[in-house]
Nanobody, 125 residues
Framework: VQLQASGGGLVQAGASRRVSCLAS????????VAWFRQGPEKEREFLAA????????YYSDSVKDRFIIFRDNAKSTVYLQMDSLQPEDTAVYYC???????????????????WGQGTLVTVSS
């Protein structure tokens, strides 16, 4: 599967932004999809994931009250809705996918074997 992230841009603090991850290829429904981000001089950070099949959701504690992940299988797209953005949310946002991912592995980057190119979100103060 190939992933294409989009929707990044410059936003002001307090604003909302939705980024999208479009998947191409077969059997999108069998893939778990996650969003990660990497800020300047920071390590890659897990944000949210949606599991294949059950669509169970996983969130990082740092964003669970502000971000929502959801998927539209008919459009082969996974979205990350981000609200109340702050300058510390400035980062490149990556989507990633893996097939038949075990429940315990959804928050760990190394278990995802397909990655999008990333989309930059910059939050100004």
């Amino acid at each position: 599967v190939q992933l294409q992230a989009s929707g990044g841009g410059l936003v002001q603090a307090g604003a909302s932004r939705r980024v999208s991850c479009l998947a191409s290829g077969r059997a999108f429904n069998s893939y778990s999809v996650a969003w990660f981000r990497q800020g300047p001089e920071k390590e890659r950070e897990f944000l949210a994931a949606v599991r294949y099949g059950t669509s169970r959701l996983y969130y990082s504690d740092s964003v669970k009250d502000r971000f929502i992940i959801f998927r539209d299988n008919a459009k082969s797209t996974v979205y990350l809705q981000m609200d109340s953005l702050q300058p510390e949310d400035t980062a490149v946002y990556y989507c990633a996918a893996a097939s038949c991912l075990h429940h315990d592995n959804h928050t760990t980057a190394r278990y995802y074997n397909f990655w999008g190119q990333g989309t930059l979100v910059t939050v100004s103060s």
